[in-house]
């Protein structure tokens, strides 16, 4: 398969989850768990998905079906640190993984050491219309 047609793939999964989850992928009743990483420095300043400026120090994350502005809270259940964050971009691209943190965020549930640790999300407020 393509490049082009694995990013068309995922990009039609995309739309049909949230097509499907309509309400109910930002309603507090969505829920997901798996692993989560950090956006690297190099994409400071860079513009995200949303079209919003990636600032290191806001707490943001990427995740590949929830509408933009959605409120989820992560959670790591290593330690019970939870921290609340809005999506504002799609991602992560690497296999596996549920959510891209802000390094903010990803300090705040104790994750930047590790690079890559499980997490629990929970969707706490609808994205704006």
């Known amino acids: 398969m393509s490049s082009f047609s694995r990013y068309a793939a995922r990009a039609i ?7 499907l989850l ?12 798996g692993k989560a990483s950090f956006y690297a420095d ?3 300043g860079r513009r995200t998905a949303s079209g ?3 600032r290191p ?13 959605t409120k989820v809270r992560v959670t790591n259940p290593r330690n019970r640190r939870s ?3 809005v999506v504002t971009d799609r991602g992560p691209h690497v296999k596996g993984r549920i ?3 802000s390094k903010k965020a ?4 104790d994750i930047i050491d590790a690079g890559v640790a499980p997490v629990e999300l929970k969707v706490i407020g609808k994205a704006p219309r």
């Open 22 to 33: 309509g309400s109910c992928a930002t309603s507090a009743a969505f829920t997901e768990s």
């Open 42 to 44: 190099k994409f400071a």
């Open 57 to 69: 120090g806001q707490l943001t994350a990427a995740h590949n079906t929830l509408p933009f502005g």
């Open 99 to 101: 959510i891209d943190l």
């Open 83 to 85: 921290v609340d964050v």
């Open 106 to 109: 990803a300090r705040k549930i």
């Open 52 to 54: 919003s400026v990636y």
């Open 13 to 19: 999964t995309g739309l049909l989850m949230v097509g």
